[in-house]
């Protein structure tokens, strides 16, 4: 088993930038794929950037593309995502997820572990 903690959400302006941060602790993190996901209120949880082992393969969402980098430090056992000209529409609870078998497009449903959760609220 694998345990997920997301750090580096708050209140930012639109335009500006923030960086999530999933550590893991249990079973070594360079074996799995790591998502971010994002639910707003009243919003299905949508995949946003996914990574697999090695870096070998990287997703992104459409809407996020260009201005999203999802990136892996597998001697820290963290995964992150940059987050760059932040917009109102970027505000949700974000969501680090982990998977031995996902690959990089993989929906929710086949993750098995994900972290509590951390708000990101963009102001305009």
């Known amino acids: 088993q694998v345990q997920l903690a997301e750090s580096g959400g708050g209140l930012v302006q639109a335009g500006g930038s923030l960086r999530l941060s999933c550590a893991a602790s249990?079973?070594?993190?360079?074996?799995?794929?790591v998502g971010w996901f994002r639910q707003a209120p009243g919003k299905e949880r949508e995949l946003v950037a996914a990574?697999?082992?090695?870096?070998?393969?990287?997703y992104y969402a459409d809407s996020v593309k260009g201005r999203f980098t999802i990136s892996r430090d597998n001697a820290k056992n963290s995964v992150y995502l940059q987050m760059n000209s932040l917009k109102p529409e970027d505000t949700a609870v974000y969501y680090c997820?982990?998977?031995?078998?996902?690959?990089?497009?993989?929906?929710?449903?086949?993750?098995?572990?994900w972290g509590q959760g951390t708000q990101v609220t963009v102001s305009s």
């Open positions: 997820a982990a998977d031995r078998w996902a690959v990089a497009r993989s929906t929710s449903d086949k993750y098995d572990f």
């Open positions: 990574i697999t082992l090695a870096i070998r393969d990287t």
């Open positions: 249990g079973r070594t993190f360079s074996d799995y794929t």
